[in-house]
């Protein structure tokens, strides 16, 4: 819990400056005549310049999946599980394959409410259950 925790903060934060960017560069690229208030820059881009709010959308939804997915994909940790000195192994405590990662993710996508499941008396979640893998100190 506690690396999903430090995830979350880290996730946070970095949307959070990526969108601050995007959203710079958004109102900087724009020809709207209302330059001073961003509530009418914000209809105008909306109404006339759609193309803008999509790239800001893509460019926010690339770091996240990127954030989530591909780099744990390389490294078999996220930011908030190395912190936490924690990894994610097979059932011979080796590290997992790509596709075992890929595997669990898309586990863990479709069974959300399954974490809910990982308080019984092993502490291990359904779609680590089911992809086979561990998280080990």
């Not at 105008?44 to 803008?52: A, D, P, V």
């Not at 690339?62 to 997915?69: M, R």
């Not at 596709?99 to 586990?107: A, C, N």
């Amino acid at each position: 819990m506690l690396a999903f925790f430090y995830d979350l903060v880290v996730l946070a934060m970095v949307l959070f400056m990526f969108g601050a960017a995007s959203t710079l560069w958004m109102m900087v690229s724009t020809d709207s005549p209302f330059i001073s208030d961003p509530v009418g820059t914000r209809e105008f881009i909306f109404e006339n310049e759609f193309h803008l709010y999509l790239i800001n959308w893509v460019v926010l939804g690339s770091v996240f999946l990127f954030y989530q997915y591909i780099y744990p994909m390389f490294k078999r940790q996220t930011i908030g599980m190395q912190i936490t000195d924690i990894t994610i192994v097979d059932e011979h405590e080796r590290k997992i394959s790509k596709i075992k990662y890929v595997q669990r993710e898309l586990l863990k996508i479709l069974l959300c409410p399954g974490f809910f499941f990982s308080f019984g008396k092993d502490k291990r979640a359904l779609y680590d259950k089911l992809s086979n893998t561990y998280l080990m100190k």
